[in-house]
C-alpha cells in the first residue's frame, strides 16, 4: 500500500519556523515531481512548493517565497519542507503529494498529483 505520511506542523509563533517530513512508502517516489499544498479552513487546496526529482529544480508561491525550502532525500524517500518567518496567513493543513507523471519539472497543479497525504496542521499565532 503506497502512503505519504506528513509530520513536523504543530503550533508556533509567527516569525517562528517548523520542518515539514513527507515520508512515502509502499513504493518510492525518486524519479517523481513532489510538491507541498495547503488547504485553510473555507478555502481551496493552494499550491506551496514543488521539486523535480533531483531536487535540482525548485518551484514556490509567491507567497512563501524566500521564506520556504523545500528539498529532498532520495535516499531516504522524503521530502521535506522547511517554512521560516511564518505568518498568521500560513496557518492550514499542509499535505505532501506525488506527481507520477513528472520527472524533470514539476506541476503546481494539484489535480496533476496522484498520491497525497493525509496532511499535518500548522497553526501560527500572532
Known amino acids: 500500500q503506497v502512503q505519504l505520511v506528513e509530520s513536523g506542523g504543530g503550533l508556533v509563533q509567527a516569525g517562528g519556523s517548523l520542518r515539514l517530513s513527507c515520508a512515502a512508502s509502499g513504493r518510492t517516489f525518486i524519479n517523481n515531481a513532489m510538491g507541498w499544498f495547503r488547504q485553510a479552513p473555507g478555502n481551496e487546496r493552494e499550491f506551496v512548493a514543488a521539486?523535480?526529482?533531483?531536487?535540482?529544480?525548485?518551484y514556490y508561491a509567491d507567497s512563501v517565497k524566500g521564506r520556504f525550502t523545500i528539498s529532498r532525500d532520495n535516499a531516504k524517500n522524503t521530502v521535506y519542507l522547511q517554512m521560516n518567518s511564518l505568518k498568521v496567513e500560513d496557518t492550514a493543513v499542509y499535505y505532501c503529494?506525488?506527481?507520477?507523471?513528472?520527472?524533470?519539472?514539476?506541476?503546481?497543479?494539484?489535480?496533476?498529483?496522484?498520491?497525497w497525504g493525509q496532511g499535518t496542521r500548522v497553526t501560527v499565532s500572532s
Open positions: 503529494a506525488a506527481d507520477l507523471q513528472r520527472t524533470l519539472v514539476a506541476s503546481r497543479r494539484p489535480d496533476e498529483y496522484a498520491y
Open positions: 521539486i523535480n526529482w533531483s531536487g535540482g529544480r525548485t
